[in-house]
């Protein structure tokens, strides 16, 4: 059992910036990507970013490249989501997950986090 805890979120002005934690009991075998989602109310999860742990290899959606970062410290068995230039549709319940599927759908995602709120204002 993995156990994923994402910290990070809160309230910020569009233009904004926020960086997500992302703490995981333990990277495994079973483990070796890590992506997150946005949800937004009344619509289903979207992948924003995934990496693969430890190895690297950050990927970011298209919608979001060039203001998301993506990245890990395997120290601290910790994946970051840096967001910049926060627009209000960014806003959602983002989750961090891991599994060994990998890819941008969420079934391919075996653990995840309770979710961490993000609000964009104008």
């Known amino acids: 059992q993995v156990h994923l805890v994402e910290s990070g979120g809160g309230s910020v002005q569009a233009g904004g910036s926020l960086r997500l934690s992302c703490a995981a009991s333990?990277?495994?075998?079973?483990?070796?990507?890590v992506a997150w989602f946005r949800q937004a109310p009344g619509n289903e999860r979207e992948a924003v970013a995934r990496?693969?742990?430890?190895?690297?290899?950050?990927y970011v959606a298209d919608s979001m490249r060039g203001r998301f970062t993506i990245s890990q410290d395997n120290a601290k068995n910790t994946v970051y989501l840096q967001m910049n230039s926060l627009k209000r549709e960014a806003a959602g319940v983002f989750y961090c997950?891991?599994?060994?599927?990998?890819?941008?759908?969420?079934?391919?995602?075996?653990?995840w986090g309770q979710g961490t709120q993000v609000t964009v204002s104008s």
């Open positions: 997950a891991a599994g060994v599927g990998g890819g941008w759908l969420a079934a391919g995602y075996n653990w």
């Open positions: 333990e990277y495994t075998a079973n483990t070796p990507c």
């Open positions: 990496i693969y742990v430890p190895g690297d290899r950050p």
